[in-house]
């Protein structure tokens, strides 16, 4: 039996930097576009971990599975932490498959996304926990520690006094605590297709018409609104989370990574934006101003963290 | 003609009331939370109160009837004895079993109450045998409720690798999402299902009269839109009317309820020990009238005879059910 306090408490280090997560990507982009964009990544983003991998259907696996061991050695030589990234939702043997091959991949970190991926970890394996993991309190942070869990994206609808809970919480256990911060933010997933259904599709017979929305396909109110964005299985949130002007507040809490979720904007851009604004070069209106310059005809959301709903973007000070 | 299993028919109960109503209709088992936001049924007027909890136990006890405390929300940061004691209280009352979801209690009563009975609830989202694999492992679970993402096929494969029983949805409304992953009312109404028990809160519910429309309304967002005349769905998101590149329609799901009733020997043959009807939020009229229903078709299975497939048509949410993803005619 696993013990609920399996974890001593360590003294707290200082605030440390902190670091940029790229998370997998998780649009049905060609294989020579995905390329393309972790060679980028690899030569010009400041980001210094960059996850990759099939995270919401595996369906796309087959297309580009051949060219993960050619990005992942591009971004390692240009010096960024590889995490290989698993499905969110595992129902079909060959997803049950592919969940095992990448836990015993034997070079990189892995992510867990499902609670399944657990069962096939090595004794003191360390692994990291993605945003589609329960992560609500200190308890399941504690097991999730236990097991050997070297960092833990919380769930993207905890708001910032949760969020300082467990970031504080996790600095004494030593591991880090990452939050999600920019891209359309996961809300759901299914074991149907959306795309396949709104193309009057079956999900074998989908024709992979996910491929054809680079960032989403938008999903609108009846009175036209933007509401909700569909990828494949997975529902989003119609705005882009954008944290960047809420690094300060996120520093306070003891967060370690802020996670940039990749999208068709410029994100090479976004991640200079978040790091110079990190690093002190620029503030945080100008950094707003240059991401929604980047980002064009897209509404930003913080609402998770700081608002009366997740899709709302809270213009708040900076520091307490 | 005999030999089939009998399952077991695990039913709701929002209050004493409903308890005992579906005791007297046939309930093997009830299901039930306590008054807070320590179970994913959180609703305004629903579940039971300490001294309810232990008489409804003692009660369902005298009738040879089980009792499954639900606490299947995920505790706060920082909250977490509201769900301790919850689970101290369960334990102490004499449930049968608990219904959990949250890695952090699952390690707390597999530690403190080793002896108790530990369910995976359904917000647990275990879909494969994998999944579970770790849940019975590490926090000895009796017995999984099962997702409803899965097929018959796939809960029969399960079932050959597990090492636990399993529970299906049989009947009542139905998720979409896979359970307890799901902030889709978070994001409109900033109130998370998994910390507070209660999805599209009527808190946030507004109906709004829009020339010969009407709009049911979610936070600040349209989720249905219906001629006046009609009877205005409740603004369940998953469920909702949107568009998108010029179509209009249920983008996620047809708002149709759950009956798979008709599917009750496969389920069987899958291996599933028990079935669940899903509605703590129903009247005790409606929980009567579908635990009366499943009882005859459950003990016609186990009796070998046949199966009476419209039994609950007449229950079902807009008199239109759904065998959901047991059959996936959308694969």
């Known amino acids: 039996m696993l013990r609920n306090d399996a974890s001593e408490m360590k003294t707290p280090a200082p605030n440390p930097r902190i670091s940029l997560t790229m998370g997998p990507l998780l649009f049905n982009w060609s294989t020579e576009r995905r390329c393309d964009f972790y060679a980028r990544l690899a030569d010009e983003a400041p980001i210094d971990t960059v996850h990759v991998g099939e995270v919401v259907c595996s369906k796309r696996l087959p297309f580009y599975l051949d060219s993960i061991a050619e990005t992942v050695d591009r971004l390692q030589r240009g010096g ?7 499905l969110a939702l595992i129902t079909l043997p060959r997803e049950r498959q592919y969940t095992v091959d990448i836990i015993h991949n034997g070079e990189y970190e892995v992510e867990v996304n499902d609670i399944a991926a657990l069962a096939h970890l090595a004794k003191e394996q360390a692994f990291r926990v993605g945003p589609y993991v329960n992560v609500y309190s200190g308890g399941t942070f504690r097991v999730l520690a236990g097991l050997g869990a070297s960092s833990v994206c ?10 300082e809970a467990l970031a504080t919480l996790a600095r004494s256990l030593s591991v880090g605590c990452e939050v999600w911060s920019f891209g359309r933010v996961p809300l759901a997933v299914s074991g149907r297709c959306y795309h396949a259904r709104v193309h009057k599709l079956t999900k074998d017979a989908c024709q992979f018409v996910c491929s054809r929305d680079s960032d989403g396909l938008d999903v609108d109110t009846v009175d036209g609104r933007g509401f909700l964005a569909i990828n494949g299985v997975q529902a989003m949130s119609n705005t882009y989370c954008n944290t960047v002007g809420d690094a300060d507040r996120l520093r306070i809490a003891g967060v370690t990574a802020l996670r940039l979720s990749p999208h068709s904007c410029d994100m090479i851009a976004v991640s200079k934006t978040f790091r110079d604004l990190l690093d002190g070069k620029l503030d945080s209106e100008e950094a707003l101003r240059r991401t929604g310059e980047i980002c064009g005809e897209v509404s930003f959301s913080n609402g998770f963290l700081f608002g009366g709903s997740g899709s709302e973007m809270v213009r708040r000070p900076q520091v307490r | 003609m005999t030999g089939h299993p009998r399952l077991e028919l695990v039913c709701p109960a929002g209050t004493p009331a409903a308890l005992r109503t579906a005791i007297i209709a046939g309930a093997d088992t009830i299901y039930c939370g306590f008054r807070d936001e320590t179970n994913a049924r959180n609703f305004p007027g629903l579940n039971f109160s300490r001294a309810e909890m232990e008489e409804s136990i003692a009660f369902a006890h005298a009738r040879e009837t089980k009792v499954f405390v639900a606490i299947n929300t995920f ?6 004895q509201l769900w301790r004691r919850a689970i101290d209280d369960a334990v102490s009352f004499g449930a049968d079993a608990l219904i959990l979801a ?29 999944a579970i694999d770790f849940y019975t492992r590490n926090f000895g679970i009796r017995r999984v409720v099962l997702p409803r993402v899965l097929s018959i096929e796939e809960i029969n494969a399960i079932n050959r690798e597990i090492n636990c029983e399993t529970e299906a949805f049989v009947f009542g409304s139905l998720c979409v999402m896979a359970e307890g992953r799901c902030s889709l009312s978070s994001y409109a109404t900033g109130t998370s299902p998994n910390l507070g028990g209660v999805c599209s809160p009527g808190s946030h519910v507004a109906y709004r009269e829009n020339g010969h429309e009407l709009d049911s309304i979610l936070g600040d967002f349209t989720i249905h839109r219906v001629s006046r005349d009609l009877p205005a769905p409740y603004p369940t998101i ?18 149709a309820g759950l009956d798979a009733s008709a599917l009750i020997p496969q389920l069987a043959m899958a291996g599933v020990t028990a079935l669940k009807i899903e509605g703590r939020q129903r009247s005790r009229a409606y929980v009567g009238a579908a635990v009366r ?10 009796a070998g005879l046949p199966v009476n497939e419209s039994a609950l048509n007449h229950l079902s949410e807009g008199q239109s059910t759904t065998q959901g993803a047991y059959r996936k005619m959308w694969r």
Do not use: M
């Not at chain 2, 998953?238 to 799901?253: N, S």
């Not at chain 2, 229903?293 to 299975?301: F, P």
């Open chain 1, 80 to 86: 960024k932490t590889v995490v290989l990234s698993t």
């Open chain 1, 154 to 163: 919380l769930p993207p609808e905890l708001p910032i006094d949760t969020v």
């Open chain 2, 75 to 80: 505790p706060r940061a920082g909250q977490e």
């Open chain 2, 102 to 130: 949250d890695l952090g209690l699952l390690a707390y009563t597999s530690n403190r109450h080793p002896q108790i009975r530990r369910h995976l609830s359904v917000q647990a989202a275990a879909a494969n045998a994998d």
């Open chain 2, 238 to 255: 998953c469920k909702g009317y949107f568009t998108t590149e010029g179509l209009w329609g249920h983008i996620f799901e047809d708002p």
């Open chain 2, 293 to 302: 229903n499943l009882r005859r078709v459950i003990d016609n299975y186990a």
